[in-house]
């Protein structure tokens, strides 16, 4: 397969379907920053805990769906699609490290060692992925599952790199006001 096509130089590109439209539309906008999370996430692993990245390879599998789902403006039969079994993983996998946790009782600065902060630098990007994706479905109709699951997986780096950050003995730091 080659790489380079010479499609995009004119500054247009393709979706799922074959049809072409602006590299700035809100649907690239969107999938695009999905994308950059999936790259943040792949620089974390190896994190050092197996558990952690096998989490981490699944995201990142989940986040591949996404970009298809996200990048199909008809979807068909067949096509890959988020499903709310992708949110409950991510749930099931939250709660399981939260009951590890020290309780929140104020926010935390985003931080750490190289793989907690490197998850906090992804969940920031996950949060713009999700506003990407608001903007999109006030366009265009999209499968508002991906948006919920932009959302719980935000949260859901949030707890790893904390779970990182504790594993790593890295005290947790809160702003002052």
């Known amino acids: ?24 539309s809100a649907r690239i906008e969107a999938y695009g920053t999905v994308d950059e999370v999936n790259a943040l996430i792949g ?24 970009q298809a789902d996200l990048a199909n403006p008809a979807p068909e039969e067949g096509d890959p699609v988020v499903t709310e079994e992708h949110v409950e993983e991510l749930e099931g996998w939250i709660d399981a490290h939260d009951e590890k946790l020290d309780p929140l009782e104020s926010f935390i600065l985003p931080g750490g060692g190289e793989s907690g902060a490197s998850l906090h630098h992804a969940r920031a990007v996950c949060r713009r992925a ?19 699951y932009l959302n719980r997986l935000s949260d859901a780096l949030f707890v790893l790199a904390r779970v990182v950050n504790k594993r790593d003995d890295v005290p947790e730091e809160n702003p002052t006001y």
Do not use: C, F, W
């Not at 499609?7 to 247009?12: A, K, L, Q, T, V």
């Not at 197996?50 to 996404?66: K, M, S, T, V, Y």
């Open 43 to 66: 620089a974390v692993r190896p994190s050092g805990y197996d558990d952690i990245d096998d989490q981490l390879e699944r995201i990142q599998n989940h986040l591949h769906i996404a």
């Open 1 to 24: 397969m080659k790489i380079y096509t010479g499609r995009g130089d004119e500054g247009m590109t393709d979706l799922r379907n074959m049809s072409r439209v602006s590299k700035t």
């Open 130 to 148: 999700e506003r990407r994706s608001v903007a999109l479905a006030a366009e265009e109709t999209i499968n508002d599952i991906v948006i919920e």
